[in-house]
């Protein structure tokens, strides 16, 4: 039963030191969300308050991104599961390194061949740079539907990156439409979004 094998691989990453990111966690991070969804959203690392509630995306890019998902017609309970590419905060919200992103990987890896989502939504350059290429960059590749290991997968900007600059968001609905049509296409044709025609 895919709830008692992700709880089974929580607790493991609760107690999980293979990297430093260990050390000054409050809590690891595992993921939220449905665990039958059909769409995986990928973002960097916890942050401040994920650290604390030891659920990912709950601060103001967690709140961005809620505000996104509802105007898609997807909920977090329903639509999506939620997780990151590092369970434990980087300290003062750095960017994790490569070492960190390669020893949490294997975790991500596992919950993404227990959920089997048809849709993968990379948030920001950490992302896309763990799964895609080390070298790509999120603004030249972002709105552009790709395939990794037969999923379907649109690399977007993180809600971070939103909020720092709100002359992004522009681009950034512009991704989420392209998701809600193919969620209609092979998913659900009369999946309702309350902003998307
Ligand atoms: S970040 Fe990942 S690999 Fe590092 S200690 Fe946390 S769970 Fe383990």
Redesign the pocket.
């Known amino acids: 039963m895919i709830e008692k094998e992700l709880l089974k691989m929580s607790q493991e990453?609760s107690n999980?030191?293979?990297?430093e990111?260990?050390t000054e966690?409050k809590n690891?991070v595992f993921g939220i969300g449905n665990p039958y969804a059909e769409i995986m959203i990928i973002g960097e690392g916890p942050g401040h308050d994920e650290d604390l509630q030891g659920v990912p995306f709950v601060g103001k890019s967690g709140q961005l991104l809620d505000k996104i998902l509802s105007a898609c017609g997807f909920t977090r309970e329903e639509h999506v599961y939620i997780a990151n590419i590092?369970?434990?905060r980087p300290p003062k919200n750095r960017d994790p390194k490569p070492e960190?992103r390669d020893?949490?990987l294997p975790?991500l890896f596992k919950q993404i061949s227990i959920i089997r989502p048809r849709i993968l939504i990379l948030l920001g350059a950490t992302a896309v740079k763990s799964l895609i290429d080390p070298e790509a960059r999120i603004t030249k590749i972002r709105g552009k539907w790709m395939e990794w290991e037969n999923f379907l997968v649109m690399p977007t900007y993180h809600p971070s990156a939103l909020l720092r600059n709100p002359q992004l968001k522009k681009d950034s609905w512009e991704d989420f439409k392209l998701v809600v049509h193919k969620y209609r296409e092979i998913i659900d044709p009369e999946h309702k979004a309350p902003k998307v025609n």
């Open positions: 990453v999980c030191s293979l990297c990111l260990h966690r690891a590092v369970k434990c960190e020893a949490c975790w």
